[in-house]
Each structure stands twice: as structure tokens, then as C-alpha cells.
């Protein structure tokens, strides 16, 4: 009987993006870039670049992370160019083909584009059936080759102005990084759901996802491209365009609570701090009666820490994580009990026995992770477990570039407090609250009409029009009729 | 040292193509109609499908053999579906992309369509120039992929019209097979250039580029599909068109010379008779005197054997060839004799030595491994050699499917007759002549106007325009940007 | 340029092994075992089964982590049988051949026998030597060889004597799982060096390096091996001898400092906690003027929560480990800073900036890590950085299975204090004293002419005699002359 | 439904091998020479060196052909030395243990030696009992480990007494080569089973199972090693042994009629010549009225070739021999024929059409390849199909190391004449008789007491004892409990 980890309950990031414009190893960097991103996408990788001397673009991609691909010097005399950007993509079922891994690449009548994207098109699917009725062929089935197919079909003479022409018909969530001869392009939605930066390595202009990919290369960080921005790197500098009409911003709220690197900065903030606030709010919402905080490693970690100075509670490693993850495994059907075996989690009965303990981790998607671990610290001899997420419910699902379960696999949308509580076979629950959340981020609370960042997940309320979706209630969508190699 | 057979001195056909409409096993019948057309296309081969029961689509490609690759239930579970066509890819240099084999398929507005090609358009280059400046987005350096988006982008509403449209404007040699969810396409061109026929497996139709791959299915030859003639096989059975203009055609000679399997029947005639003619006519145009005939095997046996018959003299397994050839050896460096050592053909010595040898094999093209051949044969003792060649010499490049080396490297366009007796190292060196071929061909002269085949790798007569080939003479054509994993 | 990781500068233990007698579904187990004891070694794995009904013995070795290989239905319908013994080997450089992996097996005149070993042979060479002098043929370079072929050429009659006459040659360090066709054996080394430990699963008698393997299975830890004992488990239950004259034992001090996970209980004593003890007695004998705690992950969290506790000082994650570590990357040469840059760690500036660090590790080994560190929290603010070391200095090698530098490596072996402050450019250095150790791994004093644990690498003081060292200071060993596949 | 060439009906040698002796490139000339020699196993092949200048031993060793394995600079640069031996296997169902692919390496305390060997003993299933109840361990289930074991455990002093020692305890058949720091020695079984020959290639000594692999790199035959006779080459030349009491030889029949390569020369006579004298005795000894004489290509040619010189009727390739056969195709289970199906041989219409055929194959073992060649000869239109075998029955199994089905599955061992000849489906059925086979290898009678070849296989006298059969009709051999990775 198969089990564990098919179930691993995590939300999962569509992807980490990155560029290095003009630099002569610009391969190698953007190659360390995304492994320190990697833990935005791990499915698959790819780099794409610009050789100025022969004229050349080079594109490799592969399954698989950074560090098993992009190694030896190999694979980077093949990859030879002074400009390049690199994508890293998340895990899915499945050998993912390498016709769906990023960069993609078009030969345009103007000259050759790589584009790289993280998020997710709300208006991909009618946009595709549009360009497919005119005759356009599509080779993958990401969203991104929607982007190129528009800038391969605009009218406009200029690439830029062809960019921005084919941007200004995407909706959704977006930081994208595009190469071409002569120029790094940076573009980001303008509700500016996915997160990009703009770094400088001694006069090299670099973009990413979070600033964690500067500081592994001891890049300076310069700002955070503006949602609606679209950032132009030549030779002659960073020109910045602003092509939109202003409208309000949101930031996903998600890249605080779970995606981002500890380590990153985002809008001025420390991700760890925030997650520590979340985790100091948290106790003083959900209080309990306990001897001792235990945090769900590592995601939970930063949250409990808080949670314990907040509380005067203890903090010990009570849970155990095993760092070597194969694949699935196969369980044994003998014996009496099966319930608490984990390939990742292990127990630290000496923290765990006799206690009664505050459990804290960063969210509660599907449960089942949940409900397995609060099993665990059961039989270690816990003898009251108290659940608290540094999150509000999830109740609503995404539609930006988030990984996300069907509604009806969501926990909180199909459950009430009670139901849960028991679900979970946990003594209490508790949730921060969604004021608890804006305060963590930066001391500020909800503005209710125009909210400070994207909490749809929460709360329901979203950022932009959701095209795709509407088409989907209205009417079944043509099917895509092709699974390929 | 590296060496051997990067000098192997053939010419190489483009490919194999192969289709059948419904039938409960389609991909498994084109498994085994690859398999029969191997000798076609080496490098790799794959394998589109459509399954009527969930609407899709389903390809898999692949480097190498079919039989390394199409075998095994895993795969076939996967090709599910009643209609099916495949394709078989000649070996060049470096690993090809899977994006440059075949079949190549795009989802149209008016359903998905699969397309596997065999041959060379000489107007692809144009066409592509054309297709980039109106927005197609390239994924491949394929001409075939030039006919994909001439369909994708026709204005017609019918697919079948759309093909018609498509066709009618790309030049050159081809045999097409296509698949749509209704039908199975099969097209050849006008001039004939590369072969097509027609079987029938108990009420299943089926195409494929020799009548080898009928009989390994135990499928019924009907008739081979005429130059220019489209057909279109659907429900309601085979429907032939022949939109173009008539014009004379000239089927490619060289399927006779080398490239078919000499089972295979072409124009109602046995390619292992005319080769057998080929040598008969050889012996009676270029009689030597001599103790016994020896092929090259195993493209000379027939020839061999019928100048054996015509001379009288004694036919022997001279040269025996090695079945298990790998990659590329490295070459001692040490000893006094280094140049007789083959990986694919050794002496035998006891018919050799001693003896006035008349070597036969199929044609010349570079020289180099017959060069090598001779000096082997004498090595091993024979007192004379005698080479004669089944075609006449090979002095002009073909532009329609053949892989062939540079004209600065072909033998006969560069030296005289008396030169290439003293490069290869023989007593004397005889060639078929053109109207030999002819007459081993099928009993006629031929036409010098307007000649029934192809034969302008020996005449220098192409049957139709070369436009790639006049813009390369008056200015240099745009260079793809693009190298890719 | 390569760098990076090739310094990652842990000691490493030679094992890990496993063994269960009369389960349906023991391979099974047997994998599980190996995966929760995987941090004693990555290299390769093996399992090796009886199946009763067939009288076969099954093995499979393979190089890779546990959960890469014995995964999926197919392997364990290959490994058929109900008892089983396991083995995990430490990483060293280069690809190990498959011969030089756990368990071994040998066919007797009294029936096959399968060998897993963790430890070290001190008389190892030695041994060897005579054995090859009497015609004895070694397939592999592994010490665990010597023991097989001793318990081949053994001139007892019964199994069991057979082993114990073996084992009573071999000197040093192990811990073996041995599997007959009607018995499980484990033995420990008479000093206890290696650790061994006996679980009970529903009945089924498993015996395990650590305990954290028989928590996976839900098994309850029954006892300890006892030093010089050896266990026979048979279908009549398990026996225990103990052939060896008694003599003082000292088990190894770093299974506690770093090489057992932190959720086992050795002695009776949970590793987590005594490793937080090492933290409580290095603040009380250590402490520093500084604002915060902050571990070198993970090994250095335990005694870092203890630090924190004892000195008052805050706890905080200061360094962020990443999880996705592959292979070497290339590091870029162009740019001004390139030191700070690591594969495994991250600094996490907000904690870090402007802070006077107290940095808490296991132990220092060669220093090159942790000099690398300390420029990290440098370089991301740090206005003091304090090391602290949760062991005594390493001086002195290990002979029992410990993979550590040579002498000269090791940082303390070669420097005063000073000088290692200065090396590691910290502004204070600490290590725990050895009788801290000894309290912290259970309110004892070291007995000086007899200690209770192997604390040789921090005083020098071997617990058993060094043959094969011996023979070396005297003369030169008989290389080995084969290097193979 | 699986089908093809499970049955592929040939008997298979057990192996091929060479060894050179002090030449700057060994590695590279045992390459080519295992390649020349890839007719006699291709399931796998190994190289054994010895480096003078770092006095190691390397040994690679691989499943598949010399010519996928072997090529590149890499393993060369791995393979240093200057004197190798090589080892080619036949194959067998399932993927071969690497332990089981020679040359064997062992370490004695007189240094290492290398072992290849091609054959069978006949004793050794009773010298490795002896061998393991003096507490020997055997890694591998081959008996060339047997030598390996008698040579370490002999009391003599030298190598080369040892070697002797060892090999005058062997029976059956044998070509061994050895290597040691100082020698190459190659020793034949005193009957004289199985080839082996000396060469000379500008100074250099070599050995291989046939001349083929001396031409191929260029070497001159110098002479057979004699039945009984072991070489010992060395710096100062090639010295003989014949340390055993003379007694009659009997090369076997089957190198002549199957095994070897037709460009070989075995006592002095063409195996190419032999065959060809096979099929003018045949045709002498079972004429048939026919239009046409095919060979079943490639290994019934030459006996085909000396069918029509004897009979005049022409020869003609009236099969085809496909040259790209991978693994096992799936049959379509749908449609009125399936039988005639091949993946290796295809009819060639034009020649079989209405014809009376003699089909002249080298011998049939079981006769289903034979049935479905005739089947499918008739197929293509044959009138009548006369089959002939160049050698006699095949009545009585081999013990020398051909691979040979068991006696049960012989059809000439289990059916009359007039039974084959229906089972084949053929009009008549003509075999060579054992006389005629005699004086095809060279004008001889057969010497009924005496006999000059082992043609036991055909007559049923073995030429030596039996031992390890003998030992299974008595009572039932312990068997082995080891089946490993």
C-alpha cells in the first residue's frame, strides 16, 4: 500500500524568475540566482541567454533543481553570453514536458525574445482562443506563450512598444523578466500580486523574485519594481515606463505567510520579523494553558519563536525534521499501528511526553498534514495539543499563479471552528485574524474598501477581474486536445 | 585518435513515413511500419495518435531505433487511439532536439493536426521569412513545421481546403501523411519525388513510404499514391484530389540505386531485380577480366550478383560485414600499419588472395570508404582490383530529401575519370552508365527533355525550381538566432 | 572556478544498520529503518532478505539515499522474504563501487550468511594479510570482508560458533547485523563503541543503530546491546551471549555531540536534551556580552535553545538553512566580494545587523566552515561575533569509524586559542570543557584512569589497542593493486 | 500479446577472448580485438589492464557490445597500462550481475592476477563444493571463479606452478587468458574444445579465440595454441607448457559450422571455405529438383553459395536480413494473419514467387525460426520450399560451453525425419551427413575410435568425463541460495 506525502499540504508559488544584464558570467550568476530561489519552484529549471559575439541565443531547461543541472563547466560553456535570465518552476504530478519548463524563446521578424514568468493570466484562455482562431500555433500549454504570441503579432515597430502593447492585454498576476539583444525587460502586474526586485552587482543590473537572490551573489538591493512598472535594462542604463493607468495595489499576502525566503525583505519588511509578529499576535489572540511552544519545521519556526516570547512559553524543537525526502515509500500493512509514520516529521518524545503542548504552524490548507502531525505528537505522549495557525482560515481559492486545492479540498471553506477542532483531534484551535495579519505585516489596519493587499484567500474579496473563470460558468471552455511527449 | 565512419560514405534518405485509419491497434501496426521502414531514418522516430473516445491528441517521440524505443505495453497504453501515423528520422551529427522530430502537431481552431513529412521543400526558407514577418512563432528548424503554420493560417474553412491551400504553395520533394481527428491525409508531390503508397490490412487503410511496410503487416498493396495526387481517408473511405496542374513526373532514381529495401516494389518493380539488371547492365558496359565478383555489402549483393550472371564469373562473400557496430572506436596509434582497420567490414582473405577481384557496390559518392575498402582488399592479398559502380557517377547535389555531402566533396564532381582510378587504387574503375540505369529501371532510354526520373545527382537536370537555393546565390538569408536544448 | 561544500566540515559516521527477523513485509521495514537512520550515512544503501519459502537470499545495494532506491512494488518483489538486515554508508568522494557496499554476502559449507557493519576494524590490515597469505580471495577494499572470510575459514562446527570465534579476532569498533538462514545476530564491539539497539514490533524482534528507527515502525525500544554482547534471535526468541572477558567500556562521546538525531535516546538519555545541556553548561562556562543566540543550523539548534536558557540571552534564527543543496556549483569570478557565498546558509540580516552575535555550533572540525560563517553574519551586520563550540577541541583522530580529517587538518590539533580566534576572525572563542560534557551527558565526572565514554579526539586517551596503526609507524603496508569498475 | 525472437533459434557461444602483452596502447587494442570478436557473446564484455608505472590493476566491465561500451578517451584514460586481457559474453534472459562479467580480478599475496575464459568445466560444480567447505567465498556464480579459487589456494611458490596446479584439476572445455605484474599466459584444454591463437603484431604478443581479431588490428597469425599447451609470455618471449600426459584432441565441430567467423582461419583451413565445401556436399548428398537456391542470411550464405556451384541452380537473396533489430515488438492481435511475421528476416517476393525453393540454413536446433522462415517463404508464393541444413542433426546436448537448449527441446532429438520435415511444413528436408561434414573441414573420414573433432553434439560421443553430470544423476547438487543485484 502506498502512502505519505502525496498529501504534503502545502500552497505552492508558480515559479521564481530571474535576469543579470550584461555581466560576463551572466549564466553563472543567474545559475546561483535561482538556487536561491529555489524553493519558489523545484519541479523544473531553465536558463536562457544572449551571446552578443556570435549572435546567438542559448536556452536549456530541465527537470529537476538548480543545483543537479546547472553544475560543471559543461553546461555553462554551452551557455555562453553576457545576458540571460533563468525561471524556476514548481512541482506538480507528473514528469512535467520540457516543452512546459521556462524560458521560452521566439524568433521574431525584430529579433529573438526569452521571456520568463511567475503568476497566473486571469483572461490566458480567451486571449488563446483568439490568437488560435487567427492562426497562431501553440507549442505548450503555459500561459506565458499567450505573452509571446502577443508581441510576436503586434503591429507596433518597436520591441518595447510591442511589449507593452501585448502586456496591456493581460490580466492577472505577473512578474516577468524578458531577454532580447539588446535589452533586460522587468514587468509587473499592476496590482502587483507577484513580487520582482531590482538589484546592482558593481554596475550590473539584476532582477528576481526576493532579495535573497542579490544576497547570495552580494548584490546590492536597489527597490522593488512598482506594480504597473515596466523596467527597460540597455546598455544605457534603467529606464523605467509607467504605461498604465494607476489603480490600486495589492501585494499578496501569501508571500509573508509562506513563500518567501525567511531571509528576503519585502516592501521594507523582514519576512522572518513579520512571521515572528504573526506568531506574537497569534498568542495574544489564542492564548492557551501549556507547558510548552513546538513549532511545525521549518515553515512554523519564526512563528513560534514569536508566539513564545508573546506567551512565556518555552520554545523547543519537539518535532524533528528528516532532511533526506525521497520518493513515496511503501507502508507495511502488518502490525497494529500505522497512523504516525512520517517520512519528513519525526517526534522528540523528550519535549513532546507528558506536555501539553502549543502546536504552530504557518497555515492549515487541506488538514490532512495537520491532523497527521497533531497524531504523532499524540502517540509521543502529548498530553494536550493545541493548534494555532499564524494564518487566518483559507477559504477562498486563488487565481494569480498559487498552487492551490480545489475549494472543496480547502479545510476552512467546508468546516466550521468546531469541525475542525475535532478533525483535527486538537484540545483547541486557533487562527490569527485578518487584522492580526495587517498588523503583523506593518502595524496598519484592513482599509475594508480598498484592502492594502491581496487576502482574497481569506476573505473573498479579489484584486482584478477574473476573465477565464467567468467564461468557465458561462459556458464549457474548448479543450485543449493535446498531451504531448 | 578518433576514426572510422564518420567518412561512412552513404547517401542518406530524409525519412520514413507511415499512417492507418482505425484500426483498434493503430500505434502498434505503425511500431511495426517503422520498423520495416528503419533503414529510411535512424536517428529517431516517433509516433502520433488519436484516440476517439477522449478527443485527444497523443505523440511520442523519441532519439534512436524504433525497436529500442516503440516496444514494451507501457508505451502503447499511452498511444492509445484507432488512427495513427508515424515517421522515421535519418541519422545526423549531435543529439537532435525533440523539438526537430517528427510527427509535429498544433492545436487548430478547427481541431488538433498531426503532420510527418519526407523530403525537402526548396522554397521553406521563403516561406518561413514570409510566416515570422506576419507574427509565426517558430519552435523548430523543420521545413515541415513552414506547412504547419501554412494550414494553420489559411483563410479556407475546411481543413481538408486549408491543406490544398497549404501545399499548393510550398515547393519541392515531399511525401506527407497527416492526421486530424476525422481523417488521414496523405499527400505526394507534383514531380514525384518521394514515394507513397497505398495498402489496405483487412478493410484498414494504410500509407507508407515503401511496400516493405505493408508486408510486415501482412497488408495488401493497392497502388502507390500518385505525384501531386492528395488523399483523403475518412469514414466514408479513400478520396483522391489532384488540385495541382498536370505536369511531367520524374520519380528520385536514387530509391532504386540505395535508398528502398530491396523487397520493396516501386513502380510495379522489384528494387532487388533492378539492382540485379544494374549489374548485369554493369557487366556488359564495363567487362573487366578477372577471377571472381565481390560485393560490398550488403548494398552491392545485388548488383554483384547480376554481373556475376552477366560475366560468368564466380560471385563470393569477399568482404564480410560486421553486425555489431557501435560508435566511433579510437584508432591505436602505435604500429607500422594502421589503415586497413574497418569497425564495419573485414577480408576474407581466402577468396581474396591471389585473385584479379572485380569489387561491386552501388554508387561512389565521396570515395573515401571505397578508397579504404580497396586498400583492405589488396591488403589481403588480391592481385588485381576492379571497381565497378551500379550508378553512373555522382556529380550534382540534390535539394529534395537527400542528405548528401557538399558538390566540393562529391568524387565524380571533382576529378576525371583517370583521377579517380588513382585515388581509389584500383586497375580499373568502371560506372553504369545513365541510359544503363534506365534500362535496368524498366527497358527505356531515356527522355532527354523531359526525362521520366529524377536523375539530375548524375545529369544535373533538376525537375523543379530552387528558390531557397537563388536567394542563398544573391544575398545572404536571415540566420536563425536560436540554438536549443 | 569550483568551490563551495567540499569544506563542509562535519565529521562523518561509517553507518548506519538495521535488522529485523520473521516479518511478512520485512524489506519493508527494513527500508523504513534505513530512511530514519539515513543522517549516519548517504552514500548507498542496501537490504538483504531470506525468503524461507524459496531458501534463497536476496540483496540489493545500491549508491544513493534509501528513499531514491527502495521505493515502489517492483524492488520489494524482488526482495521477498521475512527477515532482513539493512545498511546505510556514509558519503566519500568519488562514485563507490557496487562491491564495496552493505550487506555482504557469502555462501558457506553451512549455509549463506549476510554481514551489515558500522564501525571501524583496528587489526583490520593486519588480518587481511594472513588471510591472503592462506589463499583467501577479497572482493572488496571494506574491513567487513575480513570478518565474513574469518567466519568462512572457522573451523567450529555451528554457526554461532563460527561468529563468535570471528569476532573474538577483530579489534576496534562495530556494531554488525548478521542474517542466517534460521537466525538474526547483532553484536556490539566489547568497548561499545558503535551503538546497537534491540526493538520489539507487535513480537517481531528488530534490532537498529538508533532508536529513531524503531519509532518509525511504531516498534518499542526494549534495551541496549550491551558492549561485547552478542544477540542471537531465532524463532525460540532471543538469546544473548557474552563470550568476552568483562572490561571497562566508552561508548563514543559524539554519537551525543553530533552523529545521532536529536529524537533518540541513548543510555536513557534523549540526545536533544543532552545536547541542550552541552548549550546550558557552555553559557554558564563560556558566556558572552552579546544581544542574541543565534545556531548554526540544524546541528547547532539544540545547544543554542540551551544557551539561551542558561545565559537569558534571546534565541533567534540568524541563519537561514536552505534545503535544496545539490552539487558544486561554479562560482562567478568577476565582482568584489566573493567570500560570503554559501550553498547550505543564508544570513538573515534583520536578526544579524548591528548585533553582537553569540554563534552556537556542534564542534569544530577543520574551521574552514565555520570561518566562512562567521564572515557570513559579518558581512550581514554583525557588530560581535562570539563562537561557541558545544564540544572540547578535536585534537586527536578517531580509529573506530569516525571519517574524519587527517591530524593535520584538524583546526585544534595545530592551533592555541589565540590563533584560532584569530583565524576564525571572531571576537571570542568558547568550547565546552570536557567535564562540562560529561555533565551535560549525565551529572558525572570523567574517572581519569577510566573514562565511561571514547573521548580519544578531545584528550587523546584510546579505549583499545591500533594494530594496523602500529604496523604502520614500523613499516610500510602491502598496497592494495587493484582499482576497479 | 508478446511475440519475436524469444525463439531465436542459434546455439550461442560462451564467450570471446584476447589478451595483449606490453604494448603503450593495450587497453585500446583488446577494445578492437573484443570488438572483431563480438560474434561470440554480446551480453556484456570487460576489460582487465596492468599499469607498470603505478603497479594497479583497472578493470571495467559493462552489459551490452564492446562498441557501445568501450569507445571515447575516458575509459582509456581509466584503463592505463600496457598489457590487457578481455572478455566478450554470450547473452542469456535478464540483465547480467556485473560479478558475473569477466575478466575476475584477485589479489593473492603473490599480487594480482586476471582471469577470461571461454568454456565450460565440467567438473566445476564439485571443486567449488570441495573449495567452499574449506572455507572459501565465492563472489559470483561463473567457474572461471573456480581457477581463480585453485590458483590461490595452491601451496606452490611461483604463479606459473600455481597456474598449472590449478588447471590440471579442471576438466571440460577451456581457452583461458591470465594476467599478472610480469605475464600473460593462455592456456587451452588439453582436447582442444574451445580456440584460442597467437599473434604478433610488430613485436607484440598477442592471443584471441580467433584470427579475426588479429586482422583487425593488423597482427600476423603466428600459430593455434596447441590443445593442452599453456603460453607464458613474458619480457623475454613466449615460452610452452605442456604439462599434461598427451591424449587424442577433438576441436569442436560447431566453430566450423556456426561459431566462428567466416573471415577466421581455424588449423590452418577458411571457416568461410569449410562452409562453402558444407553446402557442395549437401548439395551432393541431397539434390533437390528446384528453380532456385536461398540462403537464410547471414550464417546459411556460404553453405547456400557451395549449394549452387555444386548443383547449378542459381543463388539468389531470396530473404532479406534486417539490420536494425531491437527488443521485443507487440504483434497486433487484430486481422486474418499474424504468423509470417519477422523482425529480423523479410521475403523477398520477386525471387520466391512461384518458384521451388531450397532454403539452405547452417542447422536447425529447435526449429521454430526455421518453421516460421519456411511459413513465411511459402507466404511470399514459394511453389515448394526444400530445406537443407549444412550440418547434420543436433541430437545430444553440449557441456563445453555452448549455450544449448535442453535435450528435450532439439527437434532432430525428439522427432523422425518425416516428422520434421511435416513439423517445418516443408516438401523435403535434407541434412549433411556427419561424413560429409568430415570432409568438409578437410577431406577426411571420420575416425570412428577416435574421432578427430568433438561432434557429440551430432554422435553422442563426449569427448571427456562428465563429472558434475554424473554427480546430478546420482544425487541432487546443493544449490546455490544466492540470487544478488
Redesign the interface.
Known sequence: MMFWDHDDDKLREECGVFGVFR???AS??T??GL??L??RG?EACGIACFDEAT????????TG?????????KI?DRLKGNSAIGHNRYPTQGTPA??NIQPI?????C??IAIAHNGNLTNSRSLRRTL??R?????STMDTEVI??LI???DKARITERFVDAISQIEGGYALVALT?HMLIGARDPVGLRPLVLGD??G?AILASET?AL????AKFVREIEPGEIVIITDQGVESLTPFQRRSTAPCLFEFVYFA???S?IQGR?V??VRRRMGMKLAEETMAEADVVVPVP?SG??AA?GFS?ASGL????GI???????????????????N??S?KH??????LEGKRVVLVDDSIVRGNTSKKIVQMVR?AGAKEVHFRSASPPIKFPDFYGIDMPNERDLMAANYSHEEMTQLLGVDSLGFLSVDGLYWAVGDIDRDQNSPQYADHCFTGQYPTRLIDRRNDETGRDA???????
Chains 1, 2, 3, 4 share one sequence.
Open positions: 555581466h560576463p558570467e553563472i550568476l545559475a546561483l538556487h536561491a529555489q524553493h523545484q549572435g546567438l541565443f542559448h536556452n536549456e531547461r530541465h533543481l538548480v543545483g543537479d543541472n546547472f553544475v560543471g563547466k555553462f520540457i516543452r524563446f521566439a524568433d521574431l521578424d529579433g529573438g488560435v482562431d492562426g497562431a500555433i501553440f507549442q509571446l504570441h510576436s503579432r503586434s539583444e552587482r558593481d550590473t535573497c544576497d547570495i551573489l552580494g525566503r525567511p531571509d525583505i523582514s522572518y520579523n521549518d519556526v519564526p519563536l516570547i518555552p520554545f523547543e524543537m524533528i525534521r528528516n532532511h533526506y525526502v525521497g520518493r513515496t515509500f511503501i507502508e507495511p500493512t502488518q502490525g497494529e499501528r500505522q504516525s509514520i517520512k519525526s517526534p522528540n518524545k523528550w519535549v502517540d479543450q485543449l486536445s493535446f498531451l504531448d511527449d
